[in-house]
């Protein structure tokens, strides 16, 4: 096969704050292993060494309320491509909306549809009062939906991580099938830590940067409702959010406060860590694109409860790699941790079924599929002209 000279505009790559982060890391590696010539593109503070790559960085966002800063990156960025579209044949956006500013190109531009939340939450089943934020939140939306379908339709292809995806932005936004091609995500490599022990019988982890559309609020209720007969249970709630003060009064009111501890943004390998130390991972998100961290929790062999909305329903076999429970069903939800917790035989079943998943969602078939996509968009940008 052709080898490529390949840019990679990303927001994330020494941190994995997101699957974005991981994606970016696993990606721009394996690439390079095959001999293609990655320069990658992040801001200053994610900015790393990597073999075989080239890194430039862009001034870290400032006063930019967008996740990741996308809306000011998406400015760098179309600076950084105005000026090296010459030395490159093709540029991939690992979050597709940072490609905003990206009117045409004389080389092909590709670009990573990560989730569809802002689509997700114009269904009418979705639960827009578990936000405190729903007012804000919809105005950001509303701005979010116009600027992805200008977006994802100048791209010559749209990569999207799950099927769920992939649909909703072909319904959402009206943009062709055969524009968008489905990649799931592939785990990186990386050595499986000592676990970290944390306090709690059971000990539930929650990792996640956006506290209500990843679940907390229904997973603090099953906390709730299991506390009288499982008094020992700990919640740890890795990430950060705005409306955490919002999340603790509520954890107040529910009788949770001294089973509660948040632990903010931690390092990768500590998070790893404490994923390897606790009896359950539980993310019941109210929508996932396709849900990295569960394949992380599933690495280290932490049984995984999983929201049923969204790509990880679609990828993970239910009741053998993961407890599906629909994010608003508090009562099934802890019905799924007190039967991991209680069932020892269930948990070393979902830790075997865990295993076996990610040795199917590999960065090295990963890079395939996007090697094979981003071959067939040069042919095809040659032959257009």
Same mark, same amino acid.
């Given at each position: ?27 721009? $590696? ?9 320069? +990658? ?32 990156? !998406? ?58 934020? $729903?007012?804000? $939140? ?11 379908? $200008?977006?994802?339709?100048? #791209? ?17 936004? !009206?943009?062709?099938? &055969? ?16 676990? #970290? ?10 990792? !996640? ?11 603090? &209720? ?63 998100? #109210? ?12 690495? +280290? ?19 053998? &790699?993961? #407890? ?46 996007? &090697? ?14």
């Amino acid at each position: 096969m052709s080898k490529f000279k390949i840019l990679i505009c990303s927001q994330q790559l020494a941190s994995f704050r997101s699957g974005v982060g991981t994606y970016t890391f696993g990606l721009v $590696r394996e690439l390079a292993n095959r001999g293609h010539r990655v320069t +990658v593109v992040v801001p200053e503070s994610e900015a790393m060494e990597i073999p075989g790559i080239n890194t430039n960085s862009v001034p870290c966002p400032t006063f930019d309320p967008t996740p990741g800063g996308w809306l000011s990156l !998406g400015n760098s960025f179309n600076r950084i491509l105005r000026s090296e579209w010459k030395n490159h044949d093709l540029v991939h956006f690992t979050d597709a909306r940072e490609a905003w500013r990206i009117k045409s190109s004389p080389i092909p531009i590709t670009g990573m549809a990560n989730d569809s939340y802002a689509l997700d939450w114009l269904d009418e089943n979705y639960p827009r009062n578990l936000f405190a934020d $729903r007012r804000s $939140r919809s105005a950001y939306y509303y701005f979010l939906r116009w600027t992805e379908k $200008r977006t994802y339709d100048r #791209l010559d292809v749209l990569l999207a991580n799950s099927g769920h995806v992939a649909k909703s932005v072909v319904s959402g936004y !009206g943009i062709e099938k &055969e524009h968008v091609t489905v990649i799931n995500y592939g785990l990186p490599e990386w050595t499986v830590p000592e676990p #970290l022990l944390l306090d709690g019988s059971p000990c539930i982890l929650f990792v !996640g940067g956006n506290f209500q559309r990843k679940g907390l609020p229904v997973l603090l &209720e099953a906390a709730s409702a299991l506390k009288n007969h499982m008094p020992g249970l700990q919640l740890h709630v890795v990430g950060q959010d705005r409306n955490q003060p919002a999340m603790e009064k509520l954890a107040s009111r529910l009788g949770l406060r001294d089973a509660l501890e948040f632990h903010g943004w931690q390092p990768n390998e500590r998070v790893r860590a404490m994923m390897a130390g606790a009896d359950i991972f539980a993310l019941p998100s #109210l929508t996932e694109g396709f849900g990295m961290v569960y394949l992380e929790a599933m690495r +280290v062999g932490t049984p995984v409860i999983a929201t049923s909305i969204g790509g990880a329903s679609e990828v993970f076999g239910d009741g053998e &790699e993961a #407890l599906f429970v629909h994010p608003t069903d508090v009562d099934g939800l802890a019905n799924a941790i007190e039967k991991i917790a209680l069932n020892q035989k269930l948990a070393n079943h979902l830790r075997k079924g865990g295993f076996d998943a990610v040795k199917r969602f590999t960065v090295e078939a990963m890079a395939e599929k996007t &090697e094979h996509l981003f071959l067939e968009v040069l042919e095809k940008r040659s032959e257009g002209k």
